[in-house]
C-alpha cells in the first residue's frame, strides 16, 4: 500500500480536530471533504489546504478516496456508511455506529461481503493514557478485576450548545452521547457484556437554550437526561455507571476498576490523555479510624495525538492484515449495550445483551502515529 487517500463527509465542528491530525499522518492523505453545506465545505477544505471539497457523492465518487471518514450527525451515520461500502470505501464513523440494531448489523454484514472495514469512535481507546492502563491491568498491578464504577455528570449541553435539541432527542441524550466513551473503555478492560439494568429520569419535559441566535427559546427532552446503568460483563465482572445531563456538580470522566489486589483510576474516557494511577489495598492508619494509602503514578512514553488515531490505525492494519483497535463489531457490540440500557429504563426489566466481541487489542508496540508505516 501506499498512502491512503482519505474523504471526509460531515464538516460540522467535530471535523476541525480530525483534518489537524489526518492531515499530520505520514500514511494519509485527506483528498477531499464533503457536506450538505457546500461553502461550509469549501472552506474546512481551504482551512486545512485539502485540494478539494463538494458533496457526500462527491467524496463518494472521488478515484483516489480509498477511506471515508462519516462525521454527519447520528441520524444518518448508517445511511452514509452503507453508501461508502456500496461505493468500496473502508469507512471510519463517529459514534454511535448507528441508532438500532438490525441496520447497524446490515451494515456490518455488507462491509464483510465487500471485503472491506468498518472502524468506529471513539477512538480515545487509543490514546496512551488509555493503552498505559490496559497495560498495567493486565501486567496485574490490581489482580483479578472485580467491578467498575463510571460517572459522568454536567449541567447539560443546552448551558453551551447554540443547537442543543439533537442532544436531548431519540437517539442521543448523556446515554448514546456519552455512553460510547465509558462502555468502549469499560468492554475493552472487562471483555463483552452478558446483561444490563437500568433506571432513567428526566429532571425537565424541555430544555431552554442559553446561547446562540436561539437563545432563550425551549425545545422539548425526548429520552432520559440521566440514566443510572447496571452491567453484568460475560467473565464476571460487574459495574455501575451514572450519565447525567442533569447535575449540579460537575465530574467528568471518572473511571475506576476494582481488583483483587489494588485500584486503579484510569483518565477521562473522553480525552486521549490524563493521570493515570492505583493504589493497594493496606493503608496507614490514622487517629484508630482513617486509612492513609499511597497512590502509584502510572508512567508512559507514548505518543498523545487525538482524534483521527482510530482511522489510522485502521489503515495500517489494513496493510499489516491484523484487526485493528476500534472496530465496528466493538461499536455494535457497544450500540447493543446502549440500546438495552435504553430498553431496560423504559421497563423496568434487565436485559440481555445478545451480541458479544472478541477481546479488543491493544496497539502494536511502539506505534509511532508520525513515522511512516506505509
Not at 482519505?6 to 485527506?30: C, H, M, R
Not at 493515570?276 to 492508619?285: D, E, F, H, N, S
Not at 430498553?343 to 513515522?371: H, K, M, N, R
Request: charged share 20%.
Amino acid at each position: 500500500m501506499s498512502v491512503v487517500g482519505v474523504g471526509i463527509i460531515g464538516v460540522g465542528v467535530i471535523s476541525d480536530t480530525y483534518l489537524k491530525n489526518l492531515s499530520s499522518f505520514p500514511d494519509v492523505e485527506v483528498l477531499i471533504v464533503g457536506d450538505l453545506l457546500l461553502d461550509r465545505a469549501a472552506a474546512q477544505a481551504e482551512k486545512y489546504g485539502v485540494p478539494a471539497s463538494g458533496s457526500a457523492e462527491d467524496v463518494l465518487a472521488h478515484p483516489g478516496v480509498d477511506l471515508v471518514v462519516n462525521l454527519t450527525i447520528p441520524a444518518v451515520h448508517i445511511e452514509v456508511s452503507r453508501a461508502a461500502i456500496a461505493a468500496g470505501k473502508h469507512v471510519w464513523t463517529e459514534k454511535p455506529l448507528g441508532l438500532d440494531r438490525d441496520s447497524a448489523a446490515e451494515l456490518l454484514r455488507e462491509a464483510e461481503a465487500a471485503g472491506l472495514r468498518i472502524g468506529s469512535a471513539p477512538d480515545t481507546l487509543l490514546g496512551p493514557a488509555f493503552q498505559a492502563a490496559r497495560r498495567a491491568i493486565e501486567s496485574g498491578v490490581i489482580g483479578r478485576p472485580l467491578f467498575a464504577q463510571t460517572a459522568f455528570q454536567t449541567q447539560g449541553p443546552d448551558l453551551w450548545h447554540p443547537s442543543p435539541a439533537f442532544l436531548f432527542a431519540q437517539g442521543a441524550g448523556p446515554l448514546l452521547d456519552m455512553g460510547p466513551y465509558y462502555f468502549s473503555a469499560l468492554v475493552s478492560l472487562l471483555g463483552p457484556v452478558d446483561r444490563i439494568a437500568a433506571v432513567g429520569s428526566k429532571a425537565r419535559e424541555e430544555r431552554e437554550i442559553h446561547t446562540g441566535p436561539a437563545a432563550g427559546t425551549t425545545f422539548p427532552v425526548e429520552v432520559p437526561s440521566t440514566i443510572q446503568i447496571v452491567t453484568a460483563f460475560e467473565q464476571g465482572t460487574q459495574a455501575q455507571s451514572l450519565l447525567s445531563f442533569d447535575s449540579a456538580l460537575e465530574r467528568h470522566g471518572i473511571v475506576e476498576i476494582h481488583g483483587t489486589e489494588g485500584t486503579i483510576v484510569i483518565a477521562d474516557p473522553n480525552q486521549f490523555a490524563g493521570r493515570i494511577a492505583y493504589v493497594k489495598p493496606l493503608g496507614v492508619i490514622r487517629d484508630g479510624m482513617s486509612f492513609e494509602q499511597e497512590w502509584i503514578e502510572i508512567e508512559h512514553d507514548d505518543v498523545e495525538v487525538g482524534r483521527g488515531i482510530g482511522a489510522l490505525d485502521m489503515v495500517r492494519a489494513i496493510a499489516e492484515n491484523r484487526p485493528h483497535v476500534a472496530s465496528g463489531e466493538l461499536g455494535f457490540h457497544v450500540l447493543d449495550i446502549l440500546l438495552s440500557a435504553q430498553e431496560s429504563a423504559a421497563t423496568g426489566q434487565t436485559i440481555v445483551v445478545e451480541s458479544t466481541v472478541a477481546p479488543v487489542p491493544l496497539l502494536p508496540a511502539g506505534f509511532d502515529p508520525y513515522a511512516a508505516t506505509l
